[in-house]
């Protein structure tokens, strides 16, 4: 995991200006605009199966758009339950560094 | 994947009782109460982490869940959208069973 | 994984139709075209990754897809012998579900 | 998964027949004979792995191989709660396949 | 992965006390107890569960664990062939890591 | 991820070498030989199949293979374009990196 959350956009940034200018890949953007289900849900949808999947830069991302989205620390942490019961332990260091994230992000 | 739905939840009930028999393992069941996430929302969590880590006994368990919550057709695809663009390719086998599960159970 | 390659394909149909009818998910199939890569070659990408990610349907799908391209059986096997060697003896089980689609197609 | 040990060691037995024909691949065997730890230890090991990476297959084999190695119904389940823990709730359909297997098999 | 195991230590402690703080997750410990299997085997289930799965933190834990059980060099890398056969060449990465682990130990 | 491409060789080497003296642990190393499948197109599928199973350290040895045997810029993005599709969105931040890595090679 990239050591900050400065550090990480950074590096996002950079690596996807690269990866887009080779013109090959299109990543998809408009699955987590609002649809049936409002946006927040789908923020917290891509957060749990970024946990789950054991993503750590993919679960920052959604930490943060999770936030923005009006996301409480009791609802995160609802989401970090499921992710942990349906994912097992092996989710718990990757809870841990969202947590730690979570404290990098202005409170609400 | 069990051939039908009912085959599916007569077959889960039988192994269920003789895992419990075993009184050895305990399977956690408050994680998807009401919280500061309603039920609705935390079903669809357990439904696209099922989805992602392609376990279709699971996706059967939320996707009859997540009907008796409530949760349409268009929300359905919502999440199944998201499941798909976090998981890739790989989760369309599990989102054909998903769909014909759904059409198994009676219509909202 | 459904029995028969030719129920397979029926039953991928069917599914992918009343996917496609919701009218909410699109699936990239530009991917597999000739580009700077030929066809045979990313088929055969295609195989190795599904066959790692042990997705019986997936695999099913470029076992026929690179048959279709050409795909000798030591070719094949070459393929097998990376992604046994890559995912490790779990990948096991799908070989032979893999080997078994390969003979129901005619030989080459 | 296929439906009954007695089929599932037919099919096996038979892909495996196909696969050698090939001459092609290896698998190395020797990894499970006993050394510093004892053959029953390791196949509880290769179980416990079979079933966080939920492999049905594998797992029918190690669980076959640990109950000839002597491995009680109470140490099965001790092995069992280790994967449940580790592989979270999405290992739970596999463990109703173990279970089921381990009925199959003669008593000890 | 944390650089040293004291830097480990240090983060794990610390994020823990932030989750456990919420008053949201539990987290169960009572599996590695002893009972009909010893706490050194069911260390090394963890242990090997956590390889094939690849979270290096849960690795290192059990690495620790399993030392303080008596667990020797011997046995170790007869555990690390077990995953390594289920797992693949993927899991050699993180056997690097477990080894670079075992090294920060004070040998028995 | 290690921080450069020379300390991962460093890393590699001197872990790798603990691990051969330990002789217990044996590693095929002859899969990706020119077989009936040329060594450059063995080297892409072990690029992608490492991309899907999102292994940092086996994706950068097999950009450094491919480089080597002369797949070019267009080519690495055909075969990440496969990983993307099929392993979906979670391999992007893998996808960062493996380009970060194309980078620090010299260009063809």
């Given at each position: 995991?990239t ?7 950074h ?23 609002a ?27 959604h ?37 730690a ?8």
């Amino acid at each position: 995991m990239t050591d900050t959350l400065e550090a990480f956009r950074h590096y996002r940034e950079k690596m996807n200006a690269a990866i887009l200018a080779a013109d090959n890949l299109t990543i998809n953007t408009r699955t987590y605009e609002a649809g049936a289900l409002p946006v927040k849900t789908k923020e917290l949808l891509g957060l749990v199966a970024s946990m789950v999947l054991r993503c750590d830069d993919c679960v920052t991302y959604h930490v943060v758009r999770c936030r923005e989205e009006g996301v409480t620390d009791p609802e995160f942490y609802d989401a970090f339950a499921v992710a942990l019961v349906v994912g097992g332990s092996i989710v718990i260091p990757h809870l841990r560094r969202a947590v730690a994230r979570l404290e990098e992000l202005p409170a609400r």
